[in-house]
């Protein structure tokens, strides 16, 4: 038979493989034996690298795989705002805050850093004046609507830190009412004149405890 399988037509594709147990097992007429012995480079973690090479603010740097810009950033000493994304246990990355955009070389738009990974050779700058004005106008849309700092309900909350170091006193957009408290609840008091619609309450409820008692409503200019 030319092949070692009993009783078998050798001709055509798929026929010179004996599959059988035994020191012959696992062997073929036309591939090579490193993929049936264990020793090729596609086993055992595969052919693929697992760090990727990135610049970032023109440095080289590497991320391993799943890591996103902002994570390598922070290891690397670099400082993104971030308002929606925390790095406690049980939370994820949600980009929807815009505050850690980022320009990438050849890209038309920015990048929100939390949620995007890097790839092979990508050029990523943080610092560029259009990342970081992007960045200070979506911290100063925010204090439009929050009570002013002397006022706060945490004067040194995650937002004012950030609308610190990144020098936003003061908005220059119009302010809406403001709602009224919601003390409705014997467990819970909601002002919602101090939310930044970051979200993260709405998953620490739903993913981390697992209980869903919050949600988002009345969003939008029309709320």
Not at 102 to 129: F, H, N, W, Y
Not at 134 to 144: F, I, S
Not at 157 to 173: E, H, L, N, P, Y
Request: one cysteine or more; charged letters at 25%; hydrophobic letters at 35%.
């Amino acid at each position: 038979m030319g092949c070692g399988v009993d009783a078998r037509d050798c001709d055509g594709d798929g026929g010179c493989v004996d599959l059988r147990a035994g020191a012959s097992g696992g062997k073929s007429a036309f591939l090579p034996d490193a993929l049936f012995s264990g020793s090729g480079a596609n086993r055992g973690g595969g052919m693929m690298s697992e760090r990727i090479r990135f610049f970032l603010d023109g440095e080289a740097v590497e991320a391993a795989r799943g890591e996103t810009i902002w994570q390598v950033a922070k290891r690397q000493g670099t400082e993104i705002p971030h308002l929606c994304h925390s790095q406690e246990p049980g939370y994820r990355a949600d980009g929807n805050c815009r505050a850690c955009m980022v320009e990438i070389d050849g890209e038309r738009v920015l990048a929100a850093s939390c949620v995007r990974k890097p790839s092979e050779g990508m050029q990523v700058r943080t610092a560029t004046a259009r990342a970081r004005s992007a960045r200070a106008m979506v911290l100063e849309m925010l204090a439009a609507d929050q009570p002013p700092r002397a006022q706060a309900h945490d004067r040194t909350s995650r937002f004012w830190d950030w609308a610190d170091r990144t020098g936003v006193t003061q908005s220059r957009m119009p302010a809406r009412p403001a709602p009224a408290p919601d003390q409705s609840h014997p467990a819970m008091s909601v002002h919602l004149d101090a939310c930044i619609h970051c979200n993260l309450c709405v998953r620490a409820c739903r993913e981390v405890q697992v209980n869903d008692v919050i949600g988002m409503a009345g969003r939008g200019a029309a709320a």
